[in-house]
């Protein structure tokens, strides 16, 4: 009953094959059609970064940083140093500078003017008692008062000394440099115009002694738009290589000509679905879409190839066309699909970035159906047939036909190679132990080390406590919670706890602010830097801080204005996985002591680029046990089913289980981190090996069914489809290898090297353990089948 099904199936695929052929100039006017529709959308697609995609939305995390974001600020932030380079920042020149680069931040593009801090901004303020015992407060910088005497700078020195949520945090202890900080409102940021904008201020302020630092998200983003010319300027190169890769190959128009038209109508499909879906382009996700192109022209290669081979035997070119499509549609279809079921997987993902790649690339993937296994047979049906059908490439053939019959050709060759691929396994397995869920090294990957971004985010880690954020939540039950004394001794208890960890830069909570005022209504006796017993005296000192501000909203960063939520803020100088993982287990120890010990009190985690990070990390731990594994089952399902033979499924999972050891092992001897840039380019490499394994499996099939010897079919595969294979290898490379040379985007060249390596083994792999399986262990779906009345290989009974 199975095999009767399956056989009405390809017979029905068959016949539709057979109205395609008969009817070629209307299959090709309908994707010429659907070209010029995708093609029409093509001016509504979008490139840029939408930094909420990149955010696991359902994570604990990312909720109380949506929730709290407003008032305490979020990850997306901009921070500058002004560093003077003799002296201290106390001199008038300085101190002008200060003002100006505040000023200029300020007046940045989608900067949410209530979380700017600057010694020099009008929410820095001396709190003072004034001559009649009321409370008063003044800037510390006066941008009227350009002038100040010694006297008056030792005196603006000595009060920042004294402010704890000056000192340290927005003045480097040395008193050599001073930091402006501000938050971009999140929702459709434009970082290109702000980050231009902030470099047209960086570049006013340039004066001599003095040195500009600048780090942040936004900054980040901003760099990578920088490098767009630079991608359109890759692009070109790399059409460039693979049309001379072609030109080599073939020496023949319709080599060269079809595959590179299959990259064109892919690319239409692929990139005007993302723009009639409203999908956005990820500046850094582009390696993918290069690649999905490349993989377009092997499977154009892999028809032309064979439409040569036909050609040389029947002298006919639509029939050797129809030969082709008959003998490639089974591993050319399966492959397509493998590869787009392979990248829409992606969907599972917790990120919308994930999703949203999943969808575009994996209806991309699947396009190449249209776009290039039905199109290059149809079109080399109605054109012309070339007039020399000689083979060009047969000395390459016949050579790699001796090798494999000296190799995996033999029992001991083939055994000799499976066992080698288990030691290798087993070597790669010791090594993927090693490789870091999250960032490796300090700054950012997607940047070279001496890159400004990196040197600027060094630069500012070594004079303050830390650029990299944590903001931890205080929430109470019932509205004025904070203020319950209990509440405040919690919170410093949390800070101290947090504070056991030595690369804690520094802490800034509302329990400070009050100490300070406390000892100001003290005649400044250090002796009443304390927490007054009785919530009243609490609420009365913090009224009287935003009393003594001109400012509405002077305790904004620190509480809400119901007083239920208050914000904590710890200073770290990088967000390594090593360092998240040590912070968020601190925390949690933390919060479940202090929780137990005072009722109605929750402490919450997520806020910052330390919190929105780690939420990050813990999501792709999930991600990446789900992903991977996901695309080596539906490849194996699909191949299982595809030629009713479990055996099937698992040799062609077995190049792709042992490429993606190795994979992990060249991320570990590379010191490549696994984050949400590289998951994707993991699960599409992971998918590629597939191709190649299919056309050799189905060619050995083929062979076997011709010659009846496992060894000649082995063989002859290898000089045949080995062929074609090694240079689809090569399109494929040079469909992403140009960033490794021409990108100034670190992670752009490291995920090049990446694929680049992925494809090798993959190659390698297909072409080695798939035959050597097939002569050591003689698979009967390979040895026992037969061809239909259609002409199609199907198994025995």
Not at 63 to 84: D, H, P, Q
Not at 482 to 503: G, Y
Not at 623 to 635: N, T
Request: proline fraction near 5%; include cysteine.
């Amino acid at each position: 009953m199975v095999s009767q099904f399956r056989h009405s199936i390809t017979h029905a695929l068959h016949r539709g094959e057979a109205w395609i052929f008969r009817n070629p100039k209307i299959v090709l006017s309908l994707v010429l059609a659907v070209t010029v529709l995708f093609g029409m959308a093509l001016p509504k697609l979008r490139v840029f970064t939408d930094f909420s995609d990149l955010l696991p939305q359902n994570h604990a995390y990312i909720k109380v940083y949506n929730r709290l974001k407003e008032n305490f600020g979020g990850a997306n932030m901009i921070i500058m140093s002004v560093e003077v380079e003799q002296g201290t920042i106390f001199n008038d020149e300085t101190l002008k500078l200060i003002h100006q680069a505040t000023q200029g931040i300020d007046n940045l593009p989608g900067v949410n003017h209530n979380l700017v801090s600057s010694l020099t901004h009008r929410t820095a303020r001396k709190v003072f008692l004034d001559d009649q015992g009321g409370f008063a407060s003044e800037s510390y910088y006066d941008p009227l008062k350009p002038r100040h005497t010694v006297a008056e700078l030792e005196q603006l020195k000595k009060d920042v000394v004294a402010n704890p949520t000056i000192y340290g945090l927005l003045v480097s202890p040395d008193m050599k440099a001073a930091l402006i900080k501000a938050q971009l409102n999140e929702g459709d940021i434009d970082y290109p115009t702000t980050f231009a904008a902030l470099q047209e201020v960086r570049a006013q302020l340039a004066t001599p002694g003095h040195k500009f630092h600048i780090t942040g998200s936004p900054v980040l983003t901003g760099w990578v738009y920088t490098y767009l010319h630079q991608i359109v300027e890759i692009l070109a190169y790399t059409l460039i290589l693979l049309a001379t890769l072609l030109i080599v190959y073939f020496r023949r128009l319709y080599g060269i000509a079809l595959p590179l038209l299959g990259i064109a109508l892919s690319s239409i499909w692929g990139l005007g679905f993302m723009a009639l879906a409203g999908i956005n382009l990820e500046p850094l996700s582009l390696p993918i879409p290069f690649l999905i192109a490349a993989r377009a022209t092997s499977h154009g290669v892999q028809l032309v190839v064979r439409y040569y081979e036909e050609l040389a035997i029947v002298r006919d070119g639509p029939k050797a066309a129809r030969n082709a499509l008959d003998a490639l549609f089974r591993p050319g279809s399966l492959a397509i699909i493998v590869d787009a079921v392979g990248i829409a997987v992606l969907v599972l993902g917790a990120a919308p970035f994930n999703h949203k790649l999943g969808i575009a690339a994996g209806f991309w993937g699947f396009s190449v159906i249209f776009t290039v296994h039905f199109m290059v047979p149809l079109a080399l049906t109605i054109l012309p047939a070339p007039k020399r059908h000689e083979n060009g490439n047969e000395g390459v053939r016949n050579f790699l036909a001796r090798a494999m019959a000296l190799t995996g050709g033999t029992d001991g060759g083939a055994r000799s190679i499976l066992i080698l691929t288990l030691v290798g396994a087993i070597g790669a397995s010791y090594l993927v132990t090693k490789v870091q869920l999250g960032e490796s090294e300090p700054g950012s990957p997607l940047l070279h080390r001496d890159h400004d971004y990196n040197v600027s985010t060094t630069a500012i880690n070594t004079r303050f406590p830390g650029s990299e954020e944590l903001h931890v939540v205080a929430r109470t039950d019932e509205k004025g919670g904070i203020k319950r004394p209990e509440v405040m001794a919690a919170i410093e208890r949390f800070q101290a706890h947090m504070l056991s960890d030595p690369q804690l830069g520094g802490t800034k909570a509302i329990p400070g602010v009050v100490r300070v005022v406390n000892k100001l209504i003290h005649n400044d006796d250090p002796r009443w830097m304390q927490l007054p017993d009785a919530q009243d005296e609490i609420g009365g000192l913090m009224f009287t801080y935003m009393a003594s501000s001109p400012i509405p909203g002077a305790l904004k960063e620190f509480v809400t204005p119901d007083e239920d939520e208050a914000d904590m803020v710890f200073y770290y100088k990088d967000h390594r996985a090593e360092t998240i993982n040590r912070i968020v287990a601190l925390a949690e120890e933390g919060i479940r002591k202090i929780e137990a010990e005072v009722p109605g009190l929750h402490i919450e985690l997520g806020g910052g680029i330390i919190g929105v990070t780690a939420a990050g990390n813990q999501a792709l731990h999930t991600d990446h046990m789900i992903i991977i594994p996901a695309v080596m089952i539906l490849a194996f399902l699909i191949v299982m089913v595809y030629y009713s033979s479990l055996h099937a499924g698992w040799l062609m999972v077995l190049p792709m289980l042992f490429s993606t050891l190795m994979t992990y092992a060249f991320m570990a001897a590379l010191d490549i981190g696994i984050n949400v840039n590289t998951v994707p380019v993991i699960a599409v490499g992971v998918g590629v090996g597939i191709d190649y394994a299919v056309y050799f499996m189905d060619r050995i099939r083929e062979e076997f069914a011709a010659l009846g010897d496992i060894k000649k079919a082995v063989i002859n595969a290898v000089a045949t489809t080995g062929y074609a294979v090694s240079f689809t290898a090569a399109t494929l490379i040079a469909g992403v290898v140009m960033w490794i040379f021409l990108s100034d985007l670190r992670f752009q060249s490291d995920a090049a090297v990446l694929l680049s390596f992925m494809l090798i083994v993959n190659a390698i792999a297909a072409v080695l353990i798939v035959p050597s399986w097939c002569v050591v262990f003689r698979p009967k779906f390979v040895t026992a089948i037969h061809y239909d009345e259609d002409g199609i290989l199907e198994n025995d009974e």
